[in-house]
């Protein structure tokens, strides 16, 4: 699975700062081709869209330029400076490589964005959302958890840009939640809801093999504390205790320390970490 940046890119974007618009830049109505950047990992939805499909749709739009027709403005934003476009990343593709064939068309229609990058960030979503634009549903839950991700809207609001149901965001939230309470050290922020999903299914077994390392070793040190070297001189008793504490617990324990034997994985305590156990 690919790196997901978009977080660590919309904050390097939010250090650039949005910029005052003069009045002259509000009523833009086109800019050079060239002028336009793209930070499509932060406002381009469609992720997930196969090459096929991404291919017709640029072709369709190719075809409309060849017909000497223009296309729907592009919605733009200056940030540090910079013009970013935040809807119509195939538009604006369409006519860079109808320049680069050779057109001698230089600019392109533009629609000025104004508002803070939170907003840019919730319009771009909410403007592909809608089935007629062919957005995948992939595309739109992995929208709706950048937006559970930032925190600043409602599920209502979340549900009503992505149209995700508001169960299924309710259940990103509480996610979200148990995921930073299971593994507080991993940037799930950083991460898809797919992948967060795969974690709390039990399905990513890295992580959770190094949390129950990492709580096996915190425990090891608290037993060590707590009991000190009673259960190295009386292994029987400790055994005794844990079966009047919780019969089933001490069944269990001892079926993951049979298998773990079977296994070859039981491992030495290393002294240094508990000392006294």
């Given at each position: 699975m690919k790196p997901n940046?978009?977080?660590?890119?919309?904050?390097?974007?939010?250090?650039?700062?949005?910029?005052?618009?003069?009045?002259?830049?509000?009523?833009l109505r086109r800019l050079p081709i060239e002028e336009v950047r793209t930070l499509e990992a932060v406002f381009q939805p469609r992720q997930l869209e196969d090459a096929a499909a991404s291919g017709r749709h640029?072709?369709?739009?190719?075809?409309?330029?060849?017909?000497?027709?223009?296309l729907d403005p592009i919605a733009v934003m200056k940030i540090g400076g910079d013009w970013y476009c935040i809807d119509g990343h195939y538009r604006l593709e369409a006519y860079r490589q109808e320049r680069e064939a050779g057109s001698r068309r230089s600019?392109?229609?533009?629609?000025?964005?104004?508002?803070?990058?939170?907003?840019a960030l919730r319009a771009s979503i909410e403007v592909n959302a809608p089935d007629k634009l062919?957005?995948?549903?992939?595309?739109?839950?992995?929208?709706a958890w950048r937006?559970?991700?930032?925190?600043?809207d409602s599920v209502a609001q979340i549900s009503h840009t992505s149209t995700i149901a508001e169960r299924t965001v309710q259940r990103m939230r509480r996610?979200?939640?148990?995921?930073?309470t299971l593994h507080p050290s991993q940037p799930f922020e950083t991460w898809?809801?797919?992948?967060?999903?795969?974690?709390?299914?039990?399905?990513?077994?890295?992580v959770q093999t190094a949390w129950q390392d990492a709580k096996a070793g915190e425990w090891a040190k608290q037993l060590a504390r707590t009991f000190k070297g009673l259960p190295s001189e009386h292994?029987?008793?400790?055994?005794?205790?844990?079966?009047?504490?919780?019969?089933?617990?001490?069944?269990?324990i001892a079926e993951e320390i049979h298998q773990a034997t079977q296994q070859g994985k039981l491992r030495a305590v290393v002294f240094e970490e508990a000392p006294d156990f």
């Open positions: 940046t978009w977080l660590a890119q919309f904050n390097a974007l939010k250090g650039r700062g949005v910029d005052t618009l003069t009045v002259s830049e509000r009523g640029l072709g369709e739009l190719l075809r409309v330029l060849r017909d000497h027709a223009a600019h392109l229609p533009v629609k000025v964005f104004s508002g803070t990058l939170e907003e062919n957005l995948t549903k992939e595309d739109k839950l992995e929208a937006l559970v991700v930032l925190g600043q996610g979200l939640e148990q995921a930073r898809t809801w797919a992948k967060v999903k795969d974690l709390l299914r039990g399905e990513l077994k890295e292994p029987r008793v400790f055994a005794k205790a844990l079966l009047r504490y919780n019969a089933e617990t001490a069944k269990a």
